[in-house]
């Protein structure tokens, strides 16, 4: 990508001269002015000091540009942020289907219409407040090592989230991120496979970010929170979405080169699940009993109260105490 000014102002905290653009960019100071008004009036918060140059405060919510220039990666390739969509999964399988997506796109939204969870369930993804992001990937993983991105992307989620507000999320089997049992995230990955391997996977990862209790539905109020929720202010979407991103290719790049092992560890340390009285609704019958750890493969395995095991795969988690 060639330098641009943006990617000057965004590599340093500090001042940086009008000068040192000017050179850096072969440009005039005239040029260097222009350019900086240009980014206001895009959002962006340009300090100016006569005898310093400029610095930047912020950038606008959902600025693709920045987004990508932050996260400097050589797994996300390409950043897309819509306004509306029905689903961002959605968009990713027939954008794949239609016309090609690389691996390392990432799909973001600032509201679905449509945002689904698993099963069909409805994700609320109101305007404005939230992370709606879908992260499409080519994995080099066998088709049965798929439930794996899942619990990649909720190790990602729960550090980032940790690192950015000091938030204790936790991590509630399968797919849910949680605080003190309230649902403040959940993934869902899906995926195009051969009988050997993965074309294609779609990992859909939402976070309430800025909701307040009143933007919930009452069916959930009372289940869900959000990251403001648990810390009492107001939370960057920009910062947690490159924290994510960073954390989901520092993870990836593990569970590539060295295996599984890591990243169920990290999922166990993290864990909200691990330990306790659990009922667990499956599609064809509930069972309950203590959840004992998960295999490695990411199913439950669930030790029951004949001392029988069984290993689950997909379900759904109430906490019996
Ligand atoms: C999930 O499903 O938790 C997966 C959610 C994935 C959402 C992302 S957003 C980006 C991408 N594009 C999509 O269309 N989806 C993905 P599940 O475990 O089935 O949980 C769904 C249940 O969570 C619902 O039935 C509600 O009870 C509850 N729920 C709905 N919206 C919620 C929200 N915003 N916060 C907390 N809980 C919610």
């Known amino acids: 990508m060639p330098e641009s000014i943006l990617s000057l102002l965004s590599g340093n905290d500090a001042f940086i001269s009008g000068q040192e653009i000017s050179a850096g960019l072969g440009i005039t100071r005239a040029a260097v002015w222009k350019k900086i008004l240009g980014l206001r009036n895009k959002g962006y918060v340009i300090e100016a000091v006569p005898s310093k140059g400029y610095r930047l405060i912020s950038a606008p919510d ?57 099963l069909g369930r409805k994700w609320e993804s109101p305007e404005g407040r939230n992370i709606y992001m879908s992260l499409v990937i080519r994995p080099e993983l066998a088709p049965r090592d798929v439930t794996m991105l899942t619990v990649l992307a909720a190790v990602a989620g729960a550090h980032a989230i940790q690192k950015t507000a000091v938030v204790p999320v936790r991590i509630k089997w399968p797919n849910d991120l949680v605080v003190s049992d309230r649902k403040l995230g959940g993934i869902l990955t899906e995926v195009r496979a051969d009988p050997d391997r993965i074309n294609l996977a779609v990992i859909g990862i939402g976070v309430n970010v800025n909701m307040l209790s009143a933007d919930f539905s009452e069916e959930i109020r009372s289940l869900a929170t959000s990251v403001r929720l648990a ?40 864990s909200s699940t691990l330990g306790r009285h659990v009922r667990v609704a499956m599609a064809d019958q509930t069972l309950a009993g203590v959840a004992e750890d998960i295999d490695d493969n990411g199913m439950l395995i669930l030790k029951m109260r004949t001392g029988e095991r069984r290993n689950i795969s997909a379900g759904d988690i109430t906490f019996l105490r």
Do not use: C
């Open 231 to 270: 810390t009492g202010h107001p939370v960057s979407r920009n910062e947690l979405i490159i924290r994510m991103l960073k954390e989901f290719e520092h993870w990836y790049g593990i569970l590539i080169a060295e295996g599984k092992r890591p990243l169920l560890d990290a999922w166990r340390k993290n």
């Open 62 to 118: 959902l600025a693709p540009e920045y987004l990508l220039l932050r996260i400097q990666s050589s797994l996300w390739q390409a950043l897309i942020v819509h306004d509306s969509v029905e689903s961002t999964n959605d968009l990713a399988m027939s954008l794949a289907s239609r016309k090609g997506i690389s691996s390392g796109t990432v799909l973001i939204a600032d509201r679905q219409i449509r945002g689904k969870g698993r």
